[in-house]
Antibody, heavy 121, light 106 residues
């Protein structure tokens, strides 16, 4: 069974840093690109960052570029999101998700349960 | 690439058939997916590559479209289908989502 379990969220002050982790199991982690998506409670979904299976290609949303760093450890089946210079508008539920390519098109086929990050003084 | 979903909200009854439209600001080939999200839960993949049904998703869900206009249709609505639905384009970065369509019970 595919499982993605996020950890590391919580309350942080503006300007502070936080590291989110996503522990993967039930599939060949090193064979899949991975991604982070966030959602302000009650609002829509926003893609944050993606990393390919070998960590060679990495992409960020403009809203987090230069402040967030996505990384992975294939030996530990773990995905991370290092967040710095946090702002109030980074407050959201953060989901990690697995990327799969099916019929030649990518999709986010499994999602973690979500982890709330609150940026407030 | 901007995605515009319509309607933003929709009221329907059990047994109804509904259609949600997703329009892209430019062509996205077949890189279009649909997700369902229930309150307090993570999104769930319903459809990928415009029209392919994800495993375990009931056949009353279907997707169609091409180029810049796509639709999600739910036939014979069931009580568990009342949720928020999002389209997503994965044709190019930044990956984007539609603003969501909230499907409510009439």
């Amino acid at each position: 069974e595919v499982q993605l379990v996020e950890s590391g969220g919580g309350l942080v002050k503006p300007g502070g840093s936080l590291r989110l982790s996503c522990a993967a199991s039930g599939f060949s982690f090193s064979s899949h690109d991975m991604t982070w998506v966030r959602q302000v409670p009650g609002q829509g979904l926003e893609w944050v960052a993606s990393i390919d299976d070998s960590a060679y290609y990495i992409y960020y949303a403009d809203s987090v570029k230069g402040r967030f760093t996505i990384s992975r450890d294939n030996a530990k089946s773990s995905l991370s999101l290092e967040m710095s210079s946090l702002r109030a508008d980074d407050t959201a539920i953060y989901y990690c998700a697995r990327v799969s390519r099916q019929q030649g098109a990518d999709c986010f086929d499994f999602w973690g349960q979500g982890n709330l990050v609150t940026v407030s003084s | 690439i901007h995605l515009t979903q319509s309607p933003s909200s929709l009221s329907a009854s059990v047994g109804d058939t509904i259609t949600i439209t997703c329009r892209a600001s430019q062509g996205i080939r077949n890189y279009l997916a649909w997700y369902q999200q229930k309150p307090g839960k993570a999104p769930k993949l319903l459809i990928y590559a415009v029209s392919a049904l994800q495993g375990g998703v009931p056949s009353r869900f279907s997707g169609s479209g091409s180029g810049t206009e796509f639709t999600l249709t739910i036939n014979s609505l069931q009580p568990e289908d009342f949720a928020t639905y999002y389209c997503q384009q994965l044709n190019s970065y930044p990956i984007t989502f539609g603003q969501g369509t909230r499907l409510e019970i009439k």
